[in-house]
């Protein structure tokens, strides 16, 4: 993984916790022990490498999220493996 990608996803992450500060009712749903990746509509770089560490993730740790920034808002889907 790149420092870029690994920077990348510092920021996403940090945008996403300010987010879910500002509004707790966004992860009402996320089960416990779920994980969240990233995915940027214009790094497909990015997104495919996380998709990846996601698909990685073996099924029985926990549900997998991917968060996606949509103007302002933040969206979280479920990622099927």
Avoid at 10 to 34: M, Q
Avoid at 49 to 64: C, E, F, M, T
Wanted: with cysteine; charged share 25%.
């Amino acid at each position: 993984m790149t420092e870029r990608i690994i920077n990348k996803n510092f920021a996403l992450s940090a945008s996403f916790n300010r987010y879910v500060i500002a509004h707790p009712d966004t992860t009402l749903n996320l089960p416990k022990n779920s994980f969240v990746i990233f995915a940027d509509s214009s790094d497909a770089q990015l997104s495919r490498i996380n998709r990846k560490l996601a698909h990685d993730i073996p099924k029985s740790s926990g549900r997998i999220f991917c968060a996606t920034k949509k103007g302002t808002i933040w969206k979280l889907e479920p990622v099927s493996k």
